[in-house]
């Protein structure tokens, strides 16, 4: 849709019109290989554009499964693309000048890389990167809701998305009952493969990555937090397994309460006051989501109005927005100006052309009025 105003002056109107830019590319993650696909394929294709879908290396079977079924239902050759590989393919998509613009979802480095060398090839980009999204939990949480709720969000997708509440901030004296609740039921979960009935903690992506998290664990422990619920040693011997661990005491100056772990890792910050809470918030390098737990309106407005997110859950861990709102990171997590899904997507995917029109001929005729000269004549 464009805009119109009619009479913007004497027999004028304005209108802006929406068009395709062409060929446009994205580049997604191994985590949700069908999902963030979907964010931007359909909108790119539907604005009328050609799309070029680099996946993940580490889990390309999704996108050539899209490929087969876009095939099957009859969209024409050469509207939908696939292009595997790595680094170089990456750094080919940004600097070929056939391709107007990318959108990328990834690791907070990788992204910034994709928006500094696609813009200086004069790509439009938007990049959708890190984050280390605070759970807070206010006194008048309804804890029998709260938990599960934020287990979920810790543990889900065994902590690999990057809307995961990978920090619990307890306000007031709730701390003590609220980590108890969770351990016994993070303890409680049942490790294993996708596919086996019942699973609710799955395997990180690979060996690399679990000794990564296995990493952050031990730094926790040796700058003072308390592992509370311990998952570094693996639940099953094949797999690349890591059990659902709780880091308690954690202060704001340590590396697991600001670095992205990207694992079922929680880290607990206990504060005096939602004040505290927002200021721990703020002072984090990344700005995709905050959640906060409680029943009270005023303290959701303050924290509304003073938390530096994109996202924000009440009583919801995963503050993840449905399509027709915009997937709304802010500071070190995303890089450009329109962000993805919504109506910011179709904006990406568009150029706009505006007109300003004044028609002279008279109604029902094809003749131009003739208009006097100065003399008359």
């Not at 595997?84 to 990318?102: F, M, R, S």
Request: proline content about 6%; some cysteine.
């Amino acid at each position: 849709m464009g805009e119109t105003v009619r009479d913007v002056a004497r027999g004028i109107d304005n209108a802006s019109y929406r068009y395709p830019l062409g060929v446009v590319a994205a580049i997604t993650p191994f985590n949700f290989p069908c999902m963030v696909p979907l964010w931007t394929l359909p909108v790119a294709i539907a604005a009328g554009n050609a799309y070029i879908l680099k996946p993940s290396e580490r889990t390309p079977l999704s996108a050539i499964k899209l490929g087969e079924l876009l095939a099957e239902a009859g969209l024409p050759e050469g509207v939908f693309n696939i292009v595997h590989g790595a680094h170089d393919a990456v750094d080919g998509i940004l600097e070929h000048p056939g391709i107007e613009a990318v959108s990328f979802v990834g690791s907070q480095p990788v992204a910034e890389h994709v928006y500094r060398h696609g813009a200086a090839h004069g790509k439009r980009v938007q990049a959708l990167a890190g984050a280390k999204n605070s759970m807070i939990v206010m006194p008048d949480a309804v804890l029998e809701q709260a938990v599960p709720n934020i287990v979920s969000s810790a543990y889900g997708n065994a902590g690999e998305r990057c809307l995961a509440g990978s920090v619990l901030v307890t306000v007031g004296d709730v701390a003590d009952e609220v980590v108890g609740k969770i351990r016994d039921a993070a303890s409680a979960m049942k490790v294993g493969p996708g596919y086996e009935e019942g699973s609710e903690l799955t395997p990180v992506i690979r060996d690399s990555h679990r000794e990564k998290v296995r990493s952050y664990v031990d730094l926790g422990e040796e700058e003072g937090a308390e592992v509370v619920l311990d998952g570094r040693e693996p639940p099953l011997e094949e797999g690349f397994f890591f059990g659902p661990t709780i880091l308690d005491n954690v202060t704001g100056d340590m590396r697991v309460a600001r670095e992205e772990i990207f694992g079922p890792v929680l880290s607990v910050v206990r504060v005096d006051s939602l004040k505290e809470a927002i200021e721990f918030t703020n002072g984090s390098s990344f700005g995709n989501a905050c959640s906060i737990y409680t029943e009270n309106g005023a303290a959701v407005r303050y924290w509304r109005e003073n938390v530096e997110a994109g996202m924000l859950g009440v009583n919801i861990g995963v503050a993840a927005p449905m399509a027709f709102f915009p997937f709304n990171g802010v500071k070190n997590s995303f890089y450009g100006d329109l962000h993805a899904t919504g109506k910011d997507g179709v904006r990406f995917f568009t150029e706009n052309k505006v007109e300003i029109t004044r028609y002279l001929s008279e109604p029902g005729t094809t003749e131009a009025v003739r208009r006097p000269t100065e003399s008359g004549a």
